[in-house]
Every structure is written in structure tokens, then in C-alpha cells.
């Protein structure tokens, strides 16, 4: 009086025969008999399921197929509750489906959740009309913007020494000079002035970036709480931008065309720059950490060096420069000429080692999607 499907097993457990059927799938077989949570034969075939439970019920009978083929000889049972928990998730999963169809038959906006109808937290995840339009590493920006200056300042020395030497190194005493200085050589000739000018021109912008980076980098420093750190911060940040409008004034204003202008734009130049590298200096010695990495303890000694550097060469080319208008010994304005490009180059070198402070960090530029939680 009892139906069996073929391929059907028969295991005891103690004396009740227990029935055992290889074909567990959403849909039952012909003749199949259905066990109730109690292992009583059933000949009732239960509700056909939905998608949602579908697809549970079969991720349920292949974890039940995968036991059948387990040794141990309670595998029966195993399986038989492990099918009656996916039955009970499929209807949990079929309830939440028609709970947000119903929702959105009314207008209303379903909570998130996943095939099982687990609640889901709200996350954004960028769409493709979400795009990222750009995306950059900072070390790279860091570096472009060092290397526009670098290849204009070394093009203009070497085509004023290969091809304008005699205008270039000339000097109101007649005395014999070796080096133009870097006025003569990024504002006297052509096409080096419009070189350099391009150069300058295509960093700046760039350099009012990393300024204000910083700036927010040193507001967010370990010791923004200590007395006078904000001060400082707005100071140097005051200074950095001094020193790039200064630069500006001095390129696009050259020696030969007004000379009281372009010398008072370097010296405010050069007295931005060293008050920007000393209150860095003074920054980074108050932000120390404990713990430090590797790249922070190579950027902070190479700014000491770089500053202490740019002192010094920038102490003996003025008193190079006084000696030359003093007495116009031969050679004088050539050593001021190279200590004034050793000034230059370890300015540069000090804002280069924005690599290892941002060695982390990257640049995007992305659209804003409204309305979004993050």
C-alpha cells in the first residue's frame, strides 16, 4: 500500500524503516514519497515553490545530495533536516518576495536583501553611469609638477652656454665670467624666456594643490592640539603660497624688463621659500609619532638636510654677489652664478619630497551621485 520511487533506499535506524529517495530536487518525482518533519510517510505532494524558493530548495537538495554520499549512519537524518531548514528558509525567502512586490505595487521603496530575505545594510556601489573620470596617483602629480621646472631651468643654462654664452655671462665690470646667472638665462634671450614661462606656468596650478594638501594634512597631525599648531599651519600655508606667486612675478617679469620688480619679487621669493621650509621642519618635529614609517623618516631627514642646504648656499651667494659689485674680481659671479643654481635645485628637490609624503595617496575626480549614503 505504499509507494517508492526507483532508485529508492531503505536505511534502519533501530526499527522504523526510514525512506531515502536520490531524486531531492524542486520538483518531486512520480510516486515519490514525501517525509513530514516527523519521518511519517506522507502521499500529499507538497506546494509547487516560487523563484525565490526554487532556487533555495535546490541549493538545499545539493547539500543533501553531496551528505547522501557521506559515510556515517545517521546521513539520512542529517539530510532530512538540513532539507527541512532550506524548506523553511525558501518560505521565509517567498514572504520577503512578495512583502517587495507589494511594496512596489504601492510606490513605495523595499528595504534591500539578498535571495534568503536577510536585511541587507545601505552601501553605494558605483554604477557605470557612476563613473570615476579621473584617477591618479598623487607620487606622479608630486612628481610632474618638480619636473616642469627642472627641464626648463636645465634647458635654459644649456642653451644660453651653447648658444647665447657671450650675452648671457656678460657683467657691468667687464670681468671675465664663466656661468650665466639664472636671471640671464631664463629672461635675457629668446626662446629660453618662453620656455622657462611655459614651464612655470604649467606647475603652478599644481603647486596650489599640494599647498592646500598640506595644509590639510598638518591640521589633522598628531599634534593639532598642541598650542600655536594652527598658527603655524595658516603661516606656512600663507608662506608656500608667497613663494608661488613670487615665482610667477619673477618669470613673467623679467630683469631686462624691469629690474627693481624682478629683484624685489626673488628676494620675496627666496624669504617665502626658507620661511616654508623651516616651519615644515618645525611641523614635522612636532607631528613625530611614536611609531614611524620608514618613508616619513626619509622624507623629515631629507627636508632637515635640503633646508640646512639652501641655507647656506643661499648665505654664500650673497656674499658672493656683494663681493662682485665691491671689487669685480674675475670668477666672483661665476661662483655666484652656481651657488645660486644650488639654491634653486634644492628647493626643488625639497618639494620633491612630497613622494614619500603622499607615497599613499591618490587623486580622483568623480561625479557625486545625490542622495547617496556612504
Not at 530575505?117 to 610632474?144: A, H, I, Q
Not at 652656454?161 to 640671464?184: A, G
Not at 629660453?192 to 596650478?205: D, K, T
Not at 643661499?314 to 659689485?325: E, K, P, V
Request: proline share 8%; net charge positive.
Amino acid at each position: 500500500g505504499r509507494l517508492t520511487c526507483p532508485g529508492e533506499t531503505h536505511l534502519s535506524r533501530g526499527d522504523s524503516p526510514v525512506l531515502s529517495c536520490p531524486h531531492l530536487s524542486p520538483v518531486p518525482c512520480p510516486g515519490e514519497t514525501h517525509l513530514s518533519p516527523r519521518l511519517s510517510p506522507s502521499l500529499s505532494p507538497p506546494p509547487v515553490p516560487g523563484p525565490a524558493a526554487a532556487a533555495a530548495v535546490a541549493a538545499a537538495a545539493a547539500v543533501a545530495t553531496a551528505a547522501a554520499g557521506a559515510p556515517g549512519p545517521g546521513r539520512a537524518a542529517t539530510r532530512e533536516r538540513r532539507l527541512k531548514r532550506g524548506l523553511q528558509a525558501a518560505a521565509s525567502g517567498q514572504r520577503a518576495t512578495g512583502s517587495g512586490q507589494r511594496d512596489s505595487d504601492t510606490g513605495s521603496r523595499a528595504p534591500p536583501g539578498n535571495a534568503m530575505g536577510e536585511r541587507l545594510l545601505p552601501s553605494y556601489v558605483p554604477s557605470d553611469r557612476e563613473p570615476v573620470l579621473v584617477r591618479l596617483p598623487f607620487t606622479g602629480l608630486c612628481v610632474v609638477t618638480v619636473l616642469c621646472p627642472l627641464c626648463g631651468f636645465l634647458f635654459c643654462v644649456i642653451w644660453s652656454l651653447i648658444f647665447n654664452f657671450e650675452e648671457t655671462t656678460y657683467t657691468h665690470c667687464m670681468v671675465p665670467n664663466y656661468l650665466p646667472s639664472i636671471s640671464s638665462a631664463i629672461g635675457g634671450e629668446s626662446p629660453q624666456r618662453y620656455v622657462w614661462r611655459f614651464c612655470i606656468g604649467l606647475h603652478a596650478a599644481p603647486r596650489l594643490l599640494l599647498a592646500l594638501t598640506y595644509w590639510k594634512l598638518y591640521r589633522r597631525g598628531s599634534s593639532s592640539t598642541a598650542p600655536h599648531h594652527t598658527t603655524l599651519c595658516v603661516v606656512n600655508f600663507i608662506a608656500n603660497l608667497l613663494e608661488n606667486l613670487a615665482l610667477l612675478m619673477l618669470t613673467y617679469v623679467s630683469s631686462t624688463d624691469n629690474h627693481r620688480i624682478h629683484e624685489r619679487a626673488f628676494l620675496s621669493f627666496m624669504a617665502a621659500s626658507q620661511l616654508h621650509m623651516l616651519l615644515t621642519c618645525t611641523i614635522w618635529q612636532r607631528n613625530r609619532k611614536p611609531t614611524v614609517t620608514p618613508e616619513e623618516r626619509t622624507s623629515f631627514s631629507w627636508k632637515l638636510r635640503l633646508f640646512f642646504f639652501n641655507v647656506t648656499c643661499f648665505t654664500l651667494a650673497i656674499g658672493c654677489y656683494l663681493r662682485h659689485n665691491a671689487y669685480c674680481e674675475a670668477g666672483v659671479y661665476t661662483l655666484f652664478a652656481l651657488l645660486e643654481y644650488l639654491v634653486v635645485l634644492s628647493n626643488m628637490a625639497f618639494h620633491m619630497t612630497a613622494y614619500w609624503d603622499f607615497n599613499n595617496k591618490e587623486l580622483f575626480i568623480a561625479t557625486w551621485p545625490p542622495d547617496k549614503s556612504f
